[in-house]
């Protein structure tokens, strides 16, 4: 079976950077498109950026020109480059990977916490 792990959380000051890397493991033969959401308490989760088979793009509108995701498919890992982080960034991140047939798969999560 599919499994995703999640890695590169933790506390960051404001206007700081941190890489979160997604690695999956198993019978991932082909995908549809990789991605990362977050939620915040008390709030619905929310699509930050999303990288499909093809290299195309999309962004969240509060996180264009700060957050840059990437993927290397050789060892089905995919990141998620965070710069210039600010505190309404805080939330626990889960990394996605979608199947050419839809299936979608979601890691554990990894709390990201921005404050002075």
């Known amino acids: 079976q599919v499994q995703l792990v999640e890695s590169g959380g933790g506390l960051v000051q404001p206007g700081g950077s941190l890489r979160l890397s997604c690695a999956g493991s198993?019978?991932?033969?082909?995908?549809?498109?990789m991605g990362w959401y977050r939620q915040a308490p008390g709030k619905q989760h929310e699509l930050v950026a999303r990288i499909t088979s093809g290299g195309s793009t999309n962004y969240a509108d509060s996180v264009k020109g700060r957050f840059t995701i990437s993927k290397d498919n050789a060892k089905n890992t995919w990141y998620l480059q965070m710069n210039s982080l600010k505190p309404e960034d805080t939330a626990v991140y889960y990394c996605?990977?979608?199947?050419?047939?839809?299936?979608?798969?979601w890691g554990q999560g990894t709390q990201v916490t921005v404050s002075s």
């Open positions: 996605e990977l979608i199947t050419l047939k839809g299936r979608e798969y």
């Open positions: 198993g019978a991932i033969f082909s995908f549809d498109a």
